[in-house]
Each structure stands twice: as C-alpha cells, then as structure tokens.
C-alpha cells in the first residue's frame, strides 16, 4: 500500500529538472501540460529570473492526455532534452495525440523510436508518479500550484504574486 | 458551527441518490465512507477535489473506504456535473428540505451552500474523522483523507 499522509513538499534533488540559475529565488511548479493555466503560467515565468523546479501533477479526469503528454516531456528528457519538450507541449496543448508526440520528437532531433518505448516505460511512469504523489501528500489539488518562500499558490497566479515570489529570497 | 465531531453517531438523515432513492444512515452500516461535502456543482476551476479523488480511488478502496460527493444542488445537477468532471464517484444530494443534512453533519454554509468539508464514518455509523476547510474556496488535499483514514479511532 502506497503512502499517501500529509508530508512536506521536498526539497529540490539532483533527480527534478531544474530552470533558470540555482542562486535566483527557487520555486517549485507543479503542473499538468494539458491545463490551459499551466500553459499560461509558463509564459508569465519565461524571463524571470528564478530558479524554477519542475514536477508533474497530471490529472487524467480533467485531462485525458496529461499523463501521455508527462511521458513525453520525461522521454523527450532522458535525451537531454526535457524544458524543449516542456516547451513545444505547452505551446500547442491542442495537439497532443501520439501522432503529435512523434513530430515535437523530430523536431527536437529526438531518437524518436528510443523516445517512443521510453515514454511508455515502467521507468517514465514511476517518474511522473513520484511527482504527482510527492504533490498530494503537500496538499496539491489543482494545477498549477507553486512552492516558494514557504508559502503555496493554487490555482491561477498572476503577475504581481509572481513579482512577490521573485522578491523573496 | 463546526462539523460533527470524531466520537459522534451519524444522525438519521436521508440524502437523495443521483437516480432519486433514498440514501440513509443504514447505507454507510458494514463499511468506511467518506462524505465530501462541496459547495456548488459547476464551480469555475480547471481541476477540480473530485477529479483529483477520482485519481486516487483505487488507494481508498484499498483502504476499505468508499467516497460520496454531496451538495445543496438537485441530483440533476450532480449528475451532469459528474459527467462534466468524468468521475465516478457517486453524488449524494441534500436539496429538500434544502441543507438539512449538512445541518445535521455542521456544514452547513449561511451563504445557503454546503461547505468544504470532509467526513469520514466507520462500518459502526460513527464518525472516526472530520474537516472542514477555513474558506469555501479552499481545496482540502487527498493528502487530508488519508490522515483522516490512518487516525486513531476516537474515544467512544
């Protein structure tokens, strides 16, 4: 029986995918590539300077791609290339069919057949559910919701908290 | 007012099933159940506490515990919402005598709502857990009910 008790969110380790420089103020993300406010939520962070952890927090009932899409960027990730991934899902979260995977794949010069079994792997799939457990035992209910200094953000975040969390080192 | 408390039996009520029967006291006898109370069908969020439950269904059968949604809103209501969410877990309707249920469990909102709240019940119909969130727009996590089912039972 797995855990699921209350826990603190964890600290960022050397196994989540890190953006921006490590000495910026930290945030930790949790979202769901196929939630339209992630997508809009990664717009307002591109160029701040933060430090910005990434975790998945997919939610199939909302969103039937979400986990499909997680593979991907985790695929896409174990050659090298997880925020470029990250990056295309978000752009286009219309398009995420498996067909549509495959091209952000050739895009990015990906190994696409080694991406394809790697986003289906026990490997990828225990990785997106590391994260999304890690973010219900903190309390995580709707996406996106972000960690920074000691405090949580649910929901739609606008641009004056996200000035609050740069500000706060 | 404050949700019954851990210790309490369940008092008799009769909430309405998404098909109109009844569902009473005698339907939480033999098992674990978990009530969560929500204000509104159709409130405006991307993902809402049921989808994220929804998720984690198989951990709380595993548990031994079955989760209810319940609200003010008529089971119509309930059950597109329901289907809007794509969940399967079944809504419970208290809307006539409109709140009395939720009066009877102390969740009961002066806005006319039901609040955010969560109470979880024993196989005996004595509530063993319960919450209830500060603002009707917060989410309580899943992380809640799983403290909730692994607390130590209450003084009877």
């Excluded at chain 1, 991406?115 to 903190?138: I, M, N, P, T």
Aim: hydrophobic share 40%; with cysteine; glycine share 10%.
């Amino acid at each position: 029986m797995t855990e699921f008790r209350s826990a603190p969110v964890p600290e960022p380790s050397a196994d989540d995918h890190h953006g921006g420089p490590v000495d910026a103020p930290l945030v930790i993300e949790y979202v769901d590539f196929e939630c339209p406010y992630c997508a809009a939520l990664n717009v307002k962070l591109a160029g701040r300077r933060l430090h910005r952890v990434f975790r998945h927090f997919p939610v199939r009932t909302s969103h039937p791609r979400a986990w499909a899409a997680a593979g991907a960027a985790e695929a896409a990730g174990l050659q090298g290339r997880f925020w470029e991934m990250h990056d295309l899902l978000f752009a286009d979260q219309g398009r995420l069919e498996d067909p549509h995977l495959w091209q952000r794949a050739r895009t990015l010069g990906l190994d696409v057949d080694r991406f394809d079994s790697d986003r289906r792997s026990e490997l990828v799939r225990a990785r997106v559910g590391r994260d999304f457990k890690s973010g219900v035992r903190a309390g995580v209910v709707t996406t996106p919701t972000l960690f920074a200094g000691g405090r949580m953000y649910a929901g739609q975040i606008d641009a004056r908290t996200l000035d609050e969390i740069g500000a706060c080192d | 007012m404050s949700p019954i408390a851990p210790g309490e039996p369940v008092p008799e009520f009769t909430l309405r099933r998404e098909n109109g029967e009844a569902f009473t006291r005698a339907d939480l006898e033999g098992h674990t159940t978990v009530l969560v109370f929500y204000p509104f069908a159709f409130s405006p969020v991307c993902t809402d506490q049921l989808g994220l439950y929804e998720e984690m269904l198989d951990e709380f059968k595993s548990r031994g515990a079955t989760l209810y949604g319940v609200s003010c809103d008529a089971h119509y209501s309930q059950r597109a919402f329901r289907d809007q969410l794509g969940v399967t877990i079944e809504q419970l309707s208290d809307f006539e005598p409109k709140g009395e249920v939720c009066r009877a469990f102390g969740v009961y909102h002066p806005g006319g709502f039901a609040q955010r709240a969560l109470v979880i019940i024993g196989p005996e119909g004595v509530v063993t857990w319960s919450y209830q969130a500060d603002a009707p727009s917060e989410l309580p996590g899943a992380n809640l009910i799983f403290d909730g089912l692994e607390a130590p039972a209450p003084p009877v």
